[in-house]
Nanobody
Framework: QVQLVESGGGSVQSGGSLRLSCAAS????????MGWFRQAPGKEREGVAA???????IYADSVKGRFAISRDNAKNTLSLLMNSLKAEDTAMYYC???????????????WGQGTQVTVSS
């Protein structure tokens, strides 16, 4: 059974930084595209960043230059370094895996349980 487990969320002041991590198990992690998504209360889930097995990356315009996604195929881990955080970054953040390298929620088949990020202004 595929499992994705996020960690690293928390509360931080505006301008601060956080690093999210995702541990993957149960399948051949290295062949999948991996992504970070977020969902704020009352809003739809949206893509934040994705990385494919070869290391190519895509970012949502709202986080370009502030967030950095990375993966370690040997350790089956995915990370998201978030800098210059803003109040509007507050959301539940989810790790996901899927066969298509896009920042599109329906393209991802496996999801973690989420980790909360709260940014206070």
């Amino acid at each position: 059974q595929v499992q994705l487990v996020e960690s690293g969320g928390g509360s931080v002041q505006s301008g601060g930084s956080l690093r999210l991590s995702c541990a993957a198990s149960g399948y051949s992690y290295s062949i999948y595209s991996m992504g970070w998504f977020r969902q704020a209360p009352g809003k739809e889930r949206e893509g934040v960043a994705a990385i494919n097995s070869g290391g190519l990356r895509i970012y949502a315009d709202s986080v370009k230059g502030r967030f950095a996604i990375s993966r370690d195929n040997a350790k089956n881990t995915l990370s998201l370094l978030m800098n210059s955080l803003k109040a509007e970054d507050t959301a539940m953040y989810y790790c996901a895996a899927g066969p298509v390298f896009r920042l599109n929620v329906p393209d991802y088949t496996d999801w973690g349980q989420g980790t909360q990020v709260t940014v206070s202004s």
